[in-house]
């Protein structure tokens, strides 16, 4: 009997406070995941609930108190940050979308925060006995200082700015309009050469996209549920020019987001 006690002991050891720290980034992105299916897209989305699966996966899997179970989350925190690289910087940049960059801080921010301690809970369970493995004195610190990052972030964010052109929405309704089906389905919008083009942006979309054209140097935010205007003189030659959403849209594959827009003579 004294053996399996004594076995038992030995097993369930305390959690540490970087291993525990390391299990709170990813129900901090659980959250996160759930939060953006609610709130911002009003239903299920099978990417992010995958996500939200993976993440609640990994971090019961540290919850059992495996050695090496740490490394996994700081693995799996690194990829997201590092796989995503492109939208995340994207959306980081583009603080008017607020929602989407509220979310993407608090991603950011826990994706580091489980990186790190991930890796250093897995150091210190390895080289440090169970019962003194206390938290390093910096860990408060590191961790209220990307609280207090996030919701400045966040709340300068929110402070309300002004928009680009103004026009009214029935002047914007009579534009011809670029439209989400447009992107999926490699729509094509024409313009006249040398003329200003005035289009609407139709977002029907609860997430941001964007109207992108490079050669035209055209650029314009599209927030979610909204119609945007984009504002251009065409160039004189007729020609194709690949529109595009940044951040849905990958350069180097040709795939994503994407249309053409036909200059005409
Ligand atoms: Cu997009």
Redesign the pocket.
């Known amino acids: 009997m004294r053996t399996i006690a004594f076995h038992r002991n030995s097993v369930r050891t305390p959690r540490s406070a970087l291993t525990l720290t390391t299990i709170g980034s990813h129900v901090v992105a659980i959250l996160t995941f759930i939060f953006v299916q609610v709130f911002l897209v009003g239903r299920v989305d099978e990417a992010l609930l995958t996500f939200a699966v993976v993440e609640f996966i990994v971090a019961g899997v540290i919850a059992v108190g495996w050695r090496w179970a740490p490394a996994l989350g700081a693995a799996l925190h690194s990829f997201m940050i590092v796989g995503n690289l492109e939208p995340l910087l994207y959306e980081l940049a583009h603080p008017e979308n607020t929602a989407q960059f509220g979310v993407m801080t608090v991603l950011t921010a826990s994706a580091i925060a489980g990186t790190v301690t991930g890796a250093l809970a897995t150091i210190q369970n390895y080289r440090v006995p169970a019962t003194e493995r206390h938290a390093p004195r910096w860990l408060r610190g590191f961790l209220l200082t990307l609280t207090a990052l996030c919701a400045g972030a966040i709340l300068v964010a929110a402070i309300p700015r002004e928009t680009g052109a103004a026009v009214s929405p029935e002047v914007l309704a009579e534009l011809p309009a670029v439209t989400i089906a447009d992107?999926y389905n490699d729509g094509v919008i024409r313009v006249k050469a040398g003329q200003l083009a005035a289009l609407r942006l139709e977002n029907t979309d609860a997430v941001g996209?964007?109207f992108d054209v490079d050669e035209l140097n055209v650029h314009v935010a599209m927030p979610g549920n909204t119609d945007s205007l984009a504002l251009f003189v065409a160039p004189e030659t007729p020609g194709e020019y690949r529109f595009y959403?940044a951040?849905?849209y990958d350069k180097a594959t040709g795939s994503g987001?994407k249309g053409i827009l036909i200059v005409e003579p």
């Open positions: 992107y996209h964007s959403c951040p849905h987001m």
